[in-house]
């Protein structure tokens, strides 16, 4: 059982959020996710707080695992540094100072073991199961903790003398429609000479991240380190791989009820069929996995299809046609004639039964006449 010591050696009674995570961290965030790293903040002007993974959880209404994933994502942007001891459970957690930006806050969550000036707070954590897609190992260094180099002029000339790092920059340039600064061009370079990818590699991925609207290079550059953390080294990779994380499939997947782990590629491949086959847009995806769930309790990709093909086949394009359909399948059901009941007492006669109790001659009482007879009496 780990412990995790939670402190601040300046308690102000506010809490206190850096200007750089608002404007390049916050807006390419999921806000469940702003909403953990805030309240992590939140917890350290708390006198006499147990804090632990499970309160967090309970606290925003999440799973253990929605919060640890929380946590990755923002290790993988490089806000975070979570700290493993040797069995493997979760022993800290501290805020990065993140380079070229306003420096954050004090560290929130660490295992130093000289602070005996700071307010501290003890908890356990039981061990922490990391999920999937987001998880990643911390027993080795990976590229999120390469820094980017501090070219010379003499060495930024150099690269430019390459034709190919030069058209690399010049299409840059014109996918951005704007200059590029000095630090835009050492990220380039620093994706090209230490995550080693190739020009086409960087070319997919400036695309893909302006086609998602992301046109900070703060952005592409973690989204750079994260595939080197994958060993993506080609195109085909990194759109399959962009594919499978896109917020498609991570919209399906929780409205199937599905967390902490991808999806198989059978499962995807019902998704493929979904979205490129039949071209049907999230709404009635989800639609059709909401019904899933609610008639077989399960997530059932098989179950879905079957939905999504019936409303291929019937045309269907929106959730107005959906209703159409529904309308159509209750007003079908109400005009099916009823079923007749079944052995109707009122119109059935049954035959008396023959036994050796009723094969003799039986008697015929007037009860009204003995009762006269007895109170005579």
Known sequence: MADIMLHTSNNTGVTCVSNAFIDDFMK?????????????????????YDFSISQLADCLDHTEKDVMRAFNYWEKVGLL??????????????????????????????????????ETHQLNTRPIETPQPLSMSMTAPTAVTIEKPNYSPDE?????????????LFVTQRYIG?????SDTTTILFWYDSLHMSVDLIQYLIEYCLDNDHRSFHYMDTVARNWADDGITTVEQAKNSSRSHSNTV?????AMGISGRDL??????????????FGFD?????EACRRTILATNKPSFKYADTILTGWHNSSVASMDDVKRLDAQFQAAAAARPQAKPRNNAST????????????????DYDFDELERKLLGR
């Open 348 to 363: 059935v006669t049954r035959k008396p039964t023959t036994n050796k109790f009723t094969n003799f001659p039986q008697r």
């Open 282 to 286: 999230l709404e009635l995806i989800c």
């Open 178 to 182: 704007k200059p590029l600064s000095t």
């Open 264 to 277: 198989i590629p059978q499962e995807m491949q019902y998704v493929y069929k979904w979205t490129d086959v």
């Open 28 to 48: 390419d965030a999921n806000g469940e996710f702003v909403k953990i790293y805030l309240y992590l903040l939140r917890c350290l002007n708390r006198d006499d």
């Open 156 to 168: 930024l000339q150099a690269f430019r003398n390459d034709s190919e790092v030069e058209d690399l």
């Open 81 to 118: 540094r979570l700290e493993y001891d040797s069995t493997g459970e979760l022993s800290g957690i501290y805020f990065e100072d993140v380079q070229g930006y306003d420096r954050l806050a004090s560290p929130v969550i660490s295992t130093a073991t000289s602070m005996n000036h700071l």
């Open 250 to 254: 991570y919209s399906i997947m929780k």
